[in-house]
């Protein structure tokens, strides 16, 4: 069973900068593909940027060129850097690990993939 926990959310102007991390425990981290999703009111939770095991890194349109995804194996961490915020960006931000598939590098885009979830951060992107 893995537990994972978001922190950096908050409440930013338009064009600011935030910093989510994504803390996982138990073992193996390194062998897990990850993701970031997030879901505004009224809207399905949608992929935002997901990052392998082997380090390949999907974006989604919405956040390519803005959005940073990384991970950080000896602190069992992920990152996603967001710049250039617009108010579209603000949702509830969560991190989630697909269970390990035997080497697959590419990472899953829609909810189902995902095996763990994380509690969310509240991202809020004021005009």
């Known amino acids: 069973q893995m537990q994972l926990v978001e922190s950096g959310g908050g409440l930013v102007q338009a064009g600011g900068s935030l910093r989510l991390s994504c803390s996982a425990s138990?073992?193996?981290?390194?062998?897990?593909?990850m993701g970031w999703f997030r879901q505004a009111p009224g809207k399905d939770r949608e992929f935002v940027a997901g990052?392998?095991?082997?380090?390949?890194?999907t974006y989604a349109a919405s956040g390519k060129g803005r959005f940073t995804v990384s991970r950080d194996n000896a602190k069992n961490t992920m990152f996603l850097q967001m710049n250039s915020l617009e108010p579209d960006d603000t949702a509830v931000y969560y991190c989630a690990v697909e269970s390990p598939t035997g080497g697959k590098v590419t990472v899953p885009i829609t909810p189902s993939g995902y095996d763990y979830w994380g509690q969310g951060a509240q991202v809020t992107v004021s005009s």
């Open positions: 990052i392998s095991w082997s380090g390949d890194i």
């Open positions: 138990g073992r193996m981290f390194s062998s897990y593909n």
